[in-house]
């Protein structure tokens, strides 16, 4: 497979810092095309960093990072934004247009794609993330996990090949939460889409294809969902929540039951208690 | 309360005057403001008064919310046509003379007119207001200024400026409200004591207002990078406006009033 993201010995410092310590020292790591890799890492890690430096929203000290076969440079930031699409944290802080179609429709407009070609991509984009009915709601009427799928059905509208996720579901509840990440793995279904997904959720770590994980402003490990969530408590450490069969362990451990120190998601941790107690 | 003055403002609605093109609506409520001033005697208030309520009927608003428009601008008014009244040039009977102050009949007719002027801008703009989204007011503006792109203005801009300042009015209000709350819970009396207790009071409200409003605007100026936005040039535009039948016939329904009110003017 061949890689979409290239990023290679990327140090970055912030022009306003006042020590000359990296927020970013010597990061290196590709993406094959079509995958979805999780960063995760503690709050200040460099996480939102990273993101913003791949799409060219901040200039690295040195590096070279390499999108869709593009070396990113001034000349190629503009063809880099639009094979990239992120979507932030805040839903409120990126809804720019003053009703969901407006929205949906505002990478289009940069681009100065014919409006023809527009108003049918809104419309499927809008159906696609199922908010067709909300298509002329003001975002002061959304909730935010629909104000997040509002930004998906951008991001659907505009093609992008690669999305970033920066934190996307932070601010949601557990069913908006649910909710995006449902929408993410109905478009990754629909297209060869790489994601690149930041988070302290666990949930939505486990849907990667792979891990990273950030500590200072450099990647210390990398693995499976399965085998970065064996380190348990330590889990913490990295900024994750342990996910909840990782905590029923840990539980379980300290009333003296002897448990399996591989990972096991929820459906294999209930099989695992019904054997235990089976027997009994 | 803000938030009633801008957006609880538009009625939505179905009438012939809500679909109409919000340029046409602009222009000629501004063109109305221009040819009140044509009128002088009663016959010509009467025809601009009957023109105002056939619009209003058209519309299909309620009488209330127009009554409503006038209401808090009424000392304004009172005031205007008060200095009209005691201070105008006299002339045909005057009842009363101290000083400089004169009440004649003549000032009393004029301010009974500018008691009219006051009444039919307000019940033409409200009419404006009421029947279209802010938004579409904000694509008619950016029209309108077309014009200035020769001279360098910033029109798509200042447009898109305009239109995600009205998106984040609701936006900030609820943030306020938020803030009000935290500080309330932290003894901050809003609405008591004297006028300068009241002004201490907002700022506590001010400072976390804007430095949450500063993060939002650097947030929402990344994401619209992020989502490839160059400036306006070289974009194309979702929302467009259609200059349809019914405007072409209500800017003929303005031409025939300009006509009819010279003509009262000249010959009553
Ligand atoms: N605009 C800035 N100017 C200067 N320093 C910054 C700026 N933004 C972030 N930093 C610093 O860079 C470091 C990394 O920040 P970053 O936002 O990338 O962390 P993060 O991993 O995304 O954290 P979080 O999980 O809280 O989002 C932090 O120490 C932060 O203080
Ligand atoms: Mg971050």
Known sequence: ?280 | MMNKLIFGRYIPGDSVIHRMDPRAKLLLSFYFIGIIFIANNWATYVLLFAFTLLAIKLSGVKWSFFINGVKPLIWLILFTVILQVLFSASGGTVYFKWGIITISQLGLVNGVYIFCRFVLIIFMSTLLTLTTPPLELSDAIEYILMPLKVVHFPVYEVALMLSIALRFVPTLMDETEKIMNAQRARGVDFGEGNIFQQMRAIVPLLIPLFVSSFNRAEDLATAMEARGYQGGEGRSKYRILKWQARDTWATLAFAVLTVALVGLRLYV
């Open chain 1, 1 to 280: 497979m061949s890689q979409i993201i290239n990023v290679e010995h990327l140090n970055y410092r912030y022009p306003q810092q006042d020590t000359d310590a990296l927020t970013l020292t010597d990061v290196s790591f590709s993406v094959a095309a079509g995958e979805w890799v999780a960063i995760v890492g503690h709050n200040g890690s460099g996480k939102s960093t990273l993101a913003k430096n791949l799409n060219g929203l901040l200039a690295p000290v040195s590096g070279q990072i390499t999108i869709d076969g593009q070396v990113l440079s001034e000349d190629t930031v503009w063809d880099i934004r639009r094979k990239i699409g992120m979507v932030f944290q805040n839903p409120d802080n990126q809804f720019v247009g003053a009703t969901v179609a407006d929205d949906v429709a505002f990478s289009l407009e940069n681009q100065g794609i014919p409006r023809e070609t527009m108003l049918k991509r809104v419309d499927e984009a809008l159906a696609q993330v199922d908010m067709s009915a909300f298509k002329t709601r003001e975002p002061a009427r959304l909730s935010g996990g629909q104000k997040q799928r509002v930004a998906l059905a951008g991001m659907i509208a505009a093609r992008p090949k690669i999305l970033i996720l920066d934190e996307a579901t932070s601010m949601l509840d557990p069913e908006g939460r649910a909710e995006v990440l449902a929408t993410i793995r109905q478009m990754k279904a629909d297209s060869d889409l790489t994601v690149l997904s930041i988070t302290h959720d666990i949930d939505e770590a486990a849907s990667a294809n792979r891990v990273l994980v950030v500590n200072d402003g450099q990647l210390v490990e990398e693995g499976t969902p399965a085998e970065i969530f064996e380190h348990g408590p330590a889990l913490i450490k990295m900024g994750l929540d342990m996910p909840y069969p990782e905590r029923l362990k840990a539980a379980l451990k300290r009333q003296g039951v002897t448990v399996p120190t591989t990972y096991l998601t929820e459906k294999g941790m209930a099989d695992w208690l019904w054997q235990l107690i089976s027997n009994k």
